[in-house]
């Protein structure tokens, strides 16, 4: 019984050893197999240490592949406190070198931290302090790699470019927008020590950085200059309180070229106030658009074929009644009787609210929703607008009647070119963007294509045919003529605009806008230009932004290489303007023939013989009146 119970004993205590070593073996496993790597960085974060390397920003380049936004090198200070030796001497002579506070830095070098980033006073060295620091021989002071962003350009672009704060992050612009794209994947020096901080001599690891995502955008930047230089031009001459010009590709919605007035350079953004770094106007302003607006209006009422353009007529007596309130025409005592195609080329407002009584204030609200108006455009930009609509259940016979001529309600100039775009390219509606391509940093080869997005269709290809040629005609024959351009079909619309403050219009005070496109049979560039109350020139659209639209179209006819055509609307003169004729075509003529055909030119001669095998300019096409025509003949 006594040796019974002893053996009992004995396989009990050998079963929970047994026990012991299988949970023993079962917990090596463990953290042999499955917590290897979690014990191991910890142990490694003992006696590892990393000197951060910060990865260069992705690029910013035009649809050229010219640099927009770069980055420059510079350097940082970066201190191991557990490896300086005399701290009261590193911190003097450093705060000497950066003239700083004593105590600041005797506070940064004696940390209780294994790496320390000197901020703000040891970032982006210059390069006479960084040889001063270097020449010092301390242990435990570091110089390390850093860019700094760059912006070639200065104030060119710089709204839409945006800029970054001083750790390379995105705060405005593309640059916060595309943030995560820009921002590349820091590197480091990685090197060992002991408990003490001490630097322990082993091998170092490099790993380097990864620059970030280059940015291809829509932007031509001979374009974009050319827009900046006519902004500068206008605000030189006029003093306005603000401007802007845009231009778009009408059939895609890539923004080709964007610009605001005030602006500033992103190189020195600190030195500017929040409201002028943060105000991209073209996206945040929203004002009354004025006349510009009626190309809406007019659109609608041809979808919903509730008047003819040629056969319609009203009559302007300089005023129209609207349940007790009185609508002015421009011009005093009116226009008199109009086709409907002079209504929209004289821009009559009378004219216009009779068109918006023909639809109704739910079908004409209805186009203005399906134009995307009210609505953000989705462009990829930050600090959109979405502009301010009336309520179609509560618009009354007045709101209708303003409604109609742009007046009452409130839209960003980029929602105004979008819509006029969808109206001149044969219906579509589409998201303007900006950002083209995706590049990869280092081979530059394509990762993403950004494609044309179609988000509508509010009226259809015949309308926008009808709507293209009423608005060639306000450039041939209406208040667009200073916008005409020879040899091209010019389309485009002007607006005059009444400022809004506290609730009441300001007097003499206007919003001046003309938006223009060209060929107006197939067109290829749109351009919006506002000039916001200039000063000491009579305040109309086609006076003031008219002009300015035109010298950008012929940019754009130069840049985006847009031939001429032989189909233009002609123009009227008037005794103020430089008169154009047609050429005729002399080649094939006898050098008599040519004299006679060419009567009132003036003619030069080259070559031999007595007919015409060429002649400069071509004949067929508008020259001015008295210009010299270059004869060769063989």
Known sequence: MFFSEI?????????????????????????????????NTLAESLWSRELPIKADRGLIVDRKGRVLASNVTTVSLVVVPGQIKNPEEVAKN?????????????????????????????????????????????????????????????????????????????????????DKYLTGADGAIKYFSDGKGNKLELTEVYEAPTSGITLELTIDMDLQLAVENELDNAMAKYNPEQGLIMAMNPKTGEILAMASRPTFNSNNYQKYSTEVINRNLPIWMTYEPGSTFKIITLSAALEEKTINLFKDTFHDSGAINVDGATIHCWKAGGHGTQTMLQVVENSCNPGFVSIGQTLGAEKLMSYIDAYGFGDKTGVDLNGESSGILFDVNKMGPVELATTSFGQGISVTPLQQIRAVSAAINGGTLYTPYIVGSLLDSETNSLLKKIESEKVGNPISSETSSLVRYALESVVANGSGKNAYIENYRVGGKTGTAQKVKDGKYLSGNYILSFIGFLPADDPEVIVYVAIDNPKGVTQYGGVVSAPIAKSVLNSAIEILDIPPSKEVMPREYTWLDTKYVILPSVVGQSKSEAIKTLKGFKIEYAGNGDNVIYQSPEGGYYVEEGETIKLLLG
């Open 94 to 178: 450093l705060a000497d070198i950066l003239g700083s506070d004593y105590k600041d830095m005797l506070a940064h070098v004696t940390k209780s931290t294994s790496i320390e980033r000197v901020h703000p006073e040891g970032r982006r060295l210059s390069y006479e302090i960084a040889e001063k620091i270097n020449n010092l021989k301390y242990d435990g002071v570091y110089l390390l790699k850093e860019s700094k962003r760059y912006y070639p350009y200065e104030t060119v672009l710089s709204h839409v470019l945006g800029y970054v704060g001083i750790d390379n992050q995105g705060l405005s612009g593309l640059e916060l927008y595309y």
């Open 7 to 39: 053996h009992e004993r004995i396989r009990f205590v050998f079963l929970v050893c047994i026990m012991v070593l299988i949970a023993i073996i079962i917990k090596v496993f463990y953290i042999q197999v499955f917590s290897y790597q979690k014990l």
